[in-house]
């Protein structure tokens, strides 16, 4: 099946990222600019313009290749890990689309902004502190982060660190492009006890033991999450690639609802309770076969039709709604009710 006609600039593959130690990170951030975007842009109107049975996403895979310099991806070629191609495309096209010129990738430390402990104060007063105090982070993240993929995908966590020794605690507000749920092995599950588990509090011993500040030494601490903003698009990651180098895969069946996911009781901001955040699934990424070698295909909701499709390299197939759960989902796709 033919591939729209590539068009991608000699000039800006020349100076791809990384092969140029010349470039500064200004300049290779620039060099590599759009690349990634405007390739995604011209898979989408191949895939919508009804002129193919199929497209290679060939492009599309040499620009996020280029930008991912230095790792796994890098050529585009070998099969790579679904969720980390997943990341590197949307902090691309995030790089690409920011809005705010001296935007950086997401792992800037503005990111995150650590307020001190919240004292204790008034239920309701503690509120309206942690309130503040989220906005002030979500607000400072941003000003360097503004673009359509932080609009849809980011959402906001609170990430409260507490030192098992003196009870001094560490609040961060953290953003996040999606949520990595564990998966239990052996044991099916639904995606609410995935997402219980993922906001379960972690104990932080032994070689991750936490520097705490009051004590001015590394002491047993508790790390807890908390959901404070849910985006417009709700990425999960189903963690089923667990073991030293991610070389174990757990096939458990992880049922999940095609629509009207309620993540109301995982939302602890108050404010954001008020108005219901429910969920409809439209689109998974699955993996079939074992850690080392395996093969992806993808169910997507075409909404103007509200018909369910199977991409299968170049196969694809109506299926039914109830096909869409499987053993072999890996990334869950939701977007907010309208
Ligand atoms: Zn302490």
Same mark, same amino acid.
């Not at 290749?65 to 995030?94: I, K, N, P, T, V």
């Not at 949520?179 to 609410?192: K, T």
């Not at 996911?261 to 699934?281: E, G, P």
């Given at each position: 099946?033919?591939?729209?006609?590539?068009?991608?600039? %000699?000039?800006? $593959?020349?100076?791809?990222?990384? %092969?140029?130690?010349?470039?500064?990170?200004?300049?290779?951030?620039?060099?590599?600019?759009?690349?990634?975007?405007?390739? =995604? &842009?011209?898979?989408?109107?191949?895939?919508?313009?009804?002129?193919?049975? $199929?497209?290679?996403?060939?492009?599309?895979?040499?620009?996020?290749?280029?930008?991912?310099? *230095? %790792?796994?991806?890098? *050529?585009?070629?070998?099969?790579?890990?679904?969720?980390?191609?997943?990341?590197?495309?949307?902090?691309?096209?995030?790089?690409?689309?920011?809005?705010?010129? +001296?935007?950086?990738?997401?792992?800037?430390?503005?990111?995150?902004?650590?307020?001190? $402990?919240?004292? &204790? +104060?008034?239920?309701?007063?503690?509120?309206?502190?942690?309130?503040?105090?989220?906005?002030?982070?979500? /607000?400072?993240?941003?000003?360097?982060?503004?673009?359509?993929?932080?609009?849809?995908?980011?959402?906001?966590?609170?990430? +409260?660190? +507490?030192?098992?020794?003196?009870?001094?605690?560490?609040?961060?507000?953290?953003? =996040?492009?999606?949520? &990595?749920?564990?998966?239990?092995?052996?044991?099916?599950? $639904?995606?609410?006890?995935?997402?219980?588990?993922?906001?379960?509090?972690?104990?932080?011993?032994?070689?991750?033991?936490?520097?705490?500040?009051?004590?001015?030494?590394?002491?047993?601490?508790?790390?807890?999450?908390?959901?404070? /903003?849910?985006?417009?698009?709700?990425?999960?990651?189903?963690?089923? =690639?667990? *073991?030293?180098?991610? *070389?174990?895969?757990?096939?458990?069946?992880?049922?999940?609802?095609?629509?009207?996911?309620?993540?109301?009781?995982?939302?602890?901001?108050?404010?954001?309770?008020?108005?219901?955040?429910?969920?409809?699934?439209?689109?998974?990424?699955?993996?079939?076969?074992?850690?080392?070698?395996?093969?992806?295909?993808?169910?997507?909701?075409?909404?103007?039709?509200?018909?369910?499709?199977?991409?299968?390299?170049?196969?694809?197939?109506?299926?039914?709604?109830?096909?869409?759960?499987?053993?072999?989902?890996?990334?869950?796709?939701?977007?907010?009710? %309208?």
């Amino acid at each position: 099946p033919p591939e729209p006609p590539a068009n991608e600039s %000699s000039a800006a $593959s020349s100076k791809s990222a990384g %092969s140029d130690a010349v470039l500064d990170d200004a300049d290779s951030r620039k060099a590599r600019q759009l690349n990634i975007a405007a390739s =995604f &842009s011209k898979l989408c109107r191949a895939l919508w313009c009804g002129a193919f049975a $199929s497209v290679s996403p060939a492009g599309i895979l040499t620009a996020v290749g280029r930008y991912a310099a *230095g %790792s796994a991806f890098e *050529g585009g070629q070998e099969q790579q890990d679904a969720q980390e191609f997943l990341l590197f495309l949307l902090d691309g096209m995030h790089e690409d689309l920011n809005r705010r010129s +001296t935007g950086k990738a997401f792992e800037s430390s503005l990111a995150s902004l650590e307020v001190n $402990s919240v004292e &204790s +104060t008034a239920p309701g007063q503690q509120q309206h502190q942690e309130d503040l105090e989220a906005s002030l982070a979500w /607000r400072v993240h941003r000003q360097t982060n503004d673009s359509i993929v932080v609009d849809l995908f980011q959402g906001q966590l609170k990430s +409260t660190l +507490t030192c098992q020794h003196c009870q001094h605690s560490s609040v961060t507000y953290e953003a =996040f492009m999606y949520c &990595s749920v564990p998966v239990v092995d052996n044991f099916d599950c $639904s995606l609410n006890d995935c997402l219980e588990a993922f906001l379960q509090p972690e104990q932080l011993t032994g070689a991750c033991q936490w520097l705490c500040p009051a004590c001015h030494s590394r002491q047993d601490a508790t790390k807890q999450l908390d959901v404070w /903003r849910l985006p417009p698009c709700l990425l999960v990651h189903l963690k089923r =690639f667990c *073991g030293y180098d991610g *070389g174990k895969k757990i096939s458990s069946l992880v049922k999940f609802p095609v629509a009207g996911l309620d993540l109301d009781r995982f939302c602890r901001n108050q404010a954001l309770k008020s108005n219901r955040r429910v969920y409809n699934l439209y689109g998974v990424c699955n993996h079939y076969g074992r850690a080392d070698c395996g093969h992806y295909t993808a169910a997507c909701l075409n909404a103007p039709t509200n018909q369910w499709h199977c991409f299968d390299d170049d196969q694809v197939s109506k299926i039914e709604p109830d096909n869409v759960v499987s053993a072999a989902a890996y990334i869950l796709f939701y977007r907010q009710q %309208s």
